[in-house]
């Protein structure tokens, strides 16, 4: 699976943005800067090679909203998995240790709040939540806005939220994938 690119920022009044003028550059050197996120992201498809030549596995991401999110908390991933199953991820930064089974709460908008005991996957550094969330990414996500996710491990918390516009496309695209 590739890492997940993190949204990048820009700044708006930097010094940077003041070269070169010099008639304005003391103006703007007293200026504050500005955290302006970048575009919300469009969800990734992407293919990764097995462990056997004739195996590979796809999936989709969603880089998590940046601004409101918490630095370790990187997004969503959906993947096919054996046997015609589809898994639901939670991507994170810093990972966990591998054998934990850390608590997720899922809020989305108009949708309620469920928390599910979930495992852990790709060495930590995601979170493999259980069958009945692959549901959740087939139905009512698709027209869901958003998700809020809190992944709680011992005293650790992350929190994170995910923009879901354009799953159902994601989804069906991945969906026809499976198997291939």
Known sequence: MAPFAIAALFLVGSQAACTGR????????NQPLIRVAAPASTWKFSRTQGSKESESFASISKTAETMQSDPEFAGLIVRCAPKGKI????A?????PPRSHPRVTIS???GGTQTFEASMAAAGA???LP???SAFAAGKWQT???LSVVVKESDTEIKGVVTLSGLRE???SLAASCGQ
């Open 87 to 90: 898994d639901v991820l939670v």
């Open 92 to 96: 994170l930064i810093r990972p966990f």
């Open 108 to 110: 989305s908008t108009g």
């Open 131 to 133: 069958d009945e969330v």
């Open 126 to 128: 995601a979170v493999l």
């Open 22 to 29: 010099s008639a304005l550059e003391q103006a703007c050197l």
């Open 144 to 146: 869901t806005p958003s």
């Open 170 to 172: 994601a989804y069906n």
